[in-house]
């Protein structure tokens, strides 16, 4: 599916590598979350809102607070996409509150208001 995908240009953009982010967070394969990700970045394909939500949804799962915060700081800089503030800092804080730090998971929850 995804050799279809390149054959018929379609991976210049998010939304197939999103479907193939969905369908890994689903079924538990994370890691190639990671691979995708490395893909996107290496084609220059820029992240959408949803791009963001996955990946950090399959981080907060796999308590990978270094990958929680690289998402929250990418986030941070991305000027091109608009985020729901809210939800992003509440599975952000579920994450830090997951794997044990507190005092982050206030933090991320005193930037959702």
């Known amino acids: 599916m ?11 953009a998010a939304l197939p590598y999103n ?28 992240y959408d809102r949803f791009t963001y939500g996955i990946w950090l949804s399959a981080c907060v799962v796999d308590s990978n607070m270094t990958g929680i915060t690289d998402i929250l ?6 000027s091109e996409v608009v985020f729901d ?8 804080a579920k994450g830090y509150i997951k794997s044990g730090p ?8 005193e930037m959702s208001h």
């Open 73 to 78: 700081t990418r986030i941070a800089s991305d």
């Open 19 to 46: 479907v193939l982010f969905n369908l890994n967070y689903k079924s538990g394969n994370h890691e190639k979350i990671n691979s995708l990700v490395q893909e996107m970045d290496e084609k220059g394909i820029c």
């Open 102 to 109: 507190m005092d982050k998971s206030l933090a991320r929850l």
């Open 2 to 12: 995804v050799q279809q995908m390149k054959d018929l240009g379609f991976n210049r």
């Open 85 to 92: 503030w809210l939800l992003t800092c509440y599975v952000a």
